[in-house]
């Protein structure tokens, strides 16, 4: 996976996006909304809000912001932002590996079926884990490689034609969480098929200032 491959292939999806995984995805994305509790007055970020399926679901009491590399995915988010009303949402083109917000900007953040696409799995948590204030929520809705070592090998084995969808199948949990500083307080697989997991974590990096 890389960059310019990630930005065509979410071109070329844009236009079907919501008709392949609207519906399906629905009720996975309003459970990782609800789980992170959000409440009013709440900043929060979605990374890869992709066409803004999940915007709807936000409560109008919050700020949202969405940030996506692909123009073509964000202009149908527009559209829906527009449709709506949406005036708590704002959309913002940018790569994740590099976004430009200042530290501990966001009480949430949300990454829904995004861990999976980007080139860098560490690189876009360790942003999220940046521009999130301490003890604020980071929830992960993503497929994540089985503990199965059998099932492990074949998902290995399948990844380099799942790349050319947009979409690894390998990425590991443990790795992906290995010397950060968040706490798993909920891990739950989710429809469709179970092949999913919810991750809600908890930013437990210390407050500027504060003594080490």
């Known amino acids: 996976m890389d960059t310019e491959k990630v930005t065509r292939v979410y071109s070329v999806y844009s236009g079907f996006y919501d008709l392949l995984f609207g519906k399906i995805f629905h009720n996975s994305r309003a459970t990782a909304i609800e789980i992170l509790g959000l409440k009013a007055g709440d900043r929060v970020l979605e990374v890869g809000v992709g066409t803004g399926l999940s915007l709807p679901l936000y409560p109008r009491e919050c700020s949202v912001v969405g940030i996506d590399l692909t123009g073509p995915m964000l202009s149908q988010g527009a559209k829906k932002i527009r ?53 604020g929520r980071i929830v992960l809705l993503n497929h994540f490689s089985n503990g199965n070592r059998l099932v492990s090998r074949l998902e290995k084995t399948i990844s380099p034609l799942c790349t050319r969808i947009g979409f690894r199948s390998d990425l590991s949990l443990k790795s992906l969480l290995d010397q950060t500083c968040l706490d798993v307080e909920q891990n739950r697989k989710v429809n469709p098929f179970n092949y999913w997991h919810i991750v809600q974590c908890v930013n437990r990096k210390p407050a500027h200032g504060a003594s080490h």
């Open 83 to 135: 449709k709506l009303g949406l005036s708590h949402v704002h959309l913002q083109q940018m790569d994740a590996t590099h976004m430009a917000f200042r530290d501990d900007r966001f009480d949430a953040v949300l990454a829904a079926y995004v861990m999976s696409t980007v080139p860098s799995p560490p690189a876009v948590l360790a942003e999220m884990v940046r521009v999130c204030r301490p003890g």
